[in-house]
């Protein structure tokens, strides 16, 4: 008998271990097709000699700590005692039903922290979802270029970038185009600035430190970036010109909170040193609203603007090497075609330049919340997997338990019991280790939610309306499944359990 259940326990086991193999290379097919290219060597996963054993092993572990028990057990029952059918087999055992009740519990607990964590994040998505960016993405196509070093003589690159502009806004279909150094969502240099007139004790220290980037006159148009007071860039605006800068509407809250800053006059870089430090201070002619450029769950940050035919020499000269020069082109044009057509543009100018990465701005939006919803999709996945394990496990936990009690239900209705009796009894019982569950769970996701506060979006991780109502989601799948077996214990033939006593 001992050899005999450890063996199906094994088969059990092994079986199932089997099929989940195979789910899983299926499931990491489909992560390897919808992850985010953030997440490091995705590619590199996959199923090999070393993870199969290790689901062969836990397979056989499982078979081992979990039917060893129920085999020794059967071993130790009395061929005697079973034939006396007056020992009230039909009572059970207790403390079997207690641990039954018990791993019900657990399951309900686990699945509740899961789907409390995947609500979470599904709400934070929605909420994500709402959020502007601070431009207007649509229909905006963007391109990168890498500027050789020749291009760190200013009159060359300001040559380059008039010639190439020039020329794609002259391409049918395209509205209007730019060039920017960094691309929303992408960061670029962080640097200290100086407000004129202002004393410090210590003369390294600044007023502000902002995002820098140089840009061409057409680029808030192109990606619909308001302009909140004062003008943007113009073609006056040339590298003979008096110094000027447009600031966004935190940097202007930042050093001017009372004051209107049009007409001020800042120094950029000049604690830095003289590789990134301005001349001479420049006015702020103008101020934008505010980009996300950080990602969408979070503040946006102090920027500033200058224009591409105003940057010194010096900081032309570290930018050139250290980044790619970028262009964003408004369009209702196929990506393909406007791609081509900006290659000859600027083959034209340069034929030694090659365009890379082109994507689209909602492209690169997606992908700065990507890692959020992927990992939002896998917990949501576990969750539902727990959740039907869940319930096919108090349901065949009280199933099992009603066919175990099926004589004393019996006896019961024929000592008089009511069938809502025996309904109550049924349920009740089920139903109060499923509550002890969703207590644990409550208490354990209550503590382990903290861990997903940085992924979290305009909701707490003790919102109570997600864990009120994700509680009660389970009492009431749970209760589905308490009440399934409980027409087949209501249906029992008194007479025969008299019979059989």
């Known amino acids: 008998m001992f050899e005999q259940l ?18 899983a290379t299926l499931c990491i097919r489909l992560v390897k097709t919808l992850g985010p290219a953030s997440i490091p060597r995705l590619q590199g996963v996959a199923m090999n000699f070393h993870v199969l054993a290790f689901a062969i092993l836990v397979s056989i572990l499982s078979a081992i700590l ?4 129920p085999a020794v057990q059967a071993t130790r029952i009395s061929p005697s005692k079973m034939l006396k059918e007056g020992e009230r087999a039909f009572v059970g055992s207790v403390k079997k039903h207690r641990v039954r009740g018990l791993l019900v519990a657990c399951e309900i607990s686990i699945s509740l922290i899961l789907v409390v964590g995947a609500v979470l994040l599904i709400g934070s998505a929605v909420l994500l979802s709402a959020v502007r960016p601070g ?8 391109l990168q270029t890498s500027l050789p070093a020749k291009y760190t003589d200013p009159d060359l690159k300001n040559a380059f970038y008039r010639q190439v502009l020039d020329r794609i806004n002259a391409i049918p279909g395209v509205d209007a185009a730019a060039a920017v150094t960094n691309l929303p969502t992408e960061l670029g240099p962080d640097l200290p600035l100086s407000v004129e007139g202002r004393v410090h004790r210590d003369p390294w220290e600044g007023d502000a430190e902002s995002q820098y980037r140089w840009i061409s006159a057409g680029y808030f148009r192109v990606m619909d970036i308001p302009l909140v007071r004062g003008r ?52 702020v002619v103008g101020v934008v609203g505010d980009i996300k450029d950080t990602g969408l769950r979070e503040p946006a940050p ?16 570290v930018s050139v090497q250290m980044q790619p020069a970028s262009w964003v082109v408004k369009t209702h044009m196929d990506r393909s075609f406007i791609r081509k057509e900006v290659q000859k543009a600027i083959s034209a100018v340069d034929s030694n330049q090659a365009i890379t990465n082109v994507r689209t701005m909602n492209e690169i939006l997606a992908t700065s919340v990507a890692s959020h919803q992927f990992n939002m999709a896998i917990l949501t996945v576990f969750a539902l997997l727990a959740v039907v394990l869940a319930a096919v496990g108090t349901y065949g936990v009280i199933s099992y338990g009603v066919s175990e009690r099926l004589r004393e239900i019996g006896l019961r209705l024929a000592l008089g019991a009511q069938r809502s009796d025996v309904f109550r009894l049924v349920v009740g019982q089920g139903m109060g280790f499923v509550l002890l569950g969703v207590g644990i769970g409550l208490a354990g996701a209550f503590a382990l939610t903290r861990l997903l506060v ?48």
């Open 6 to 23: 450890l063996t199906e326990s094994l088969l059990l086991a092994l079986l199932s271990g089997a099929t989940g193999v195979v789910l």
């Open 66 to 69: 979990f039917g060893l028990g």
């Open 135 to 142: 431009f207007d993405p649509d229909r905006v196509l963007t």
């Open 232 to 283: 943007g860039f113009t073609e006056s605006d040339s590298e003979h010109a008096s110094g000027v800068v447009i600031i966004n509407h935190t940097l202007a809250q930042q050093l001017w909170p009372q004051e209107d800053p049009i007409g001020k006059q800042i120094t950029i870089g000049k604690t830095m040193g003289p590789e990134w430090s301005d001349a001479a201070p420049r006015e």
């Open 302 to 317: 102090a920027e500033l603007y200058v224009p591409y035919t105003q940057v010194p020499s010096h900081v032309v000269a």
């Open 454 to 501: 940085s992924l979290l979006y305009g909701v707490t991780a003790k919102d109570p309306f997600t864990f009120g109502g994700v509680a009660l989601l389970l009492a009431v799948v749970a209760l589905l499944a308490c009440y399934l077996p409980a027409p087949k214990a209501m249906s029992v033939d008194p007479m025969v359990a008299i019979r059989y006593e």
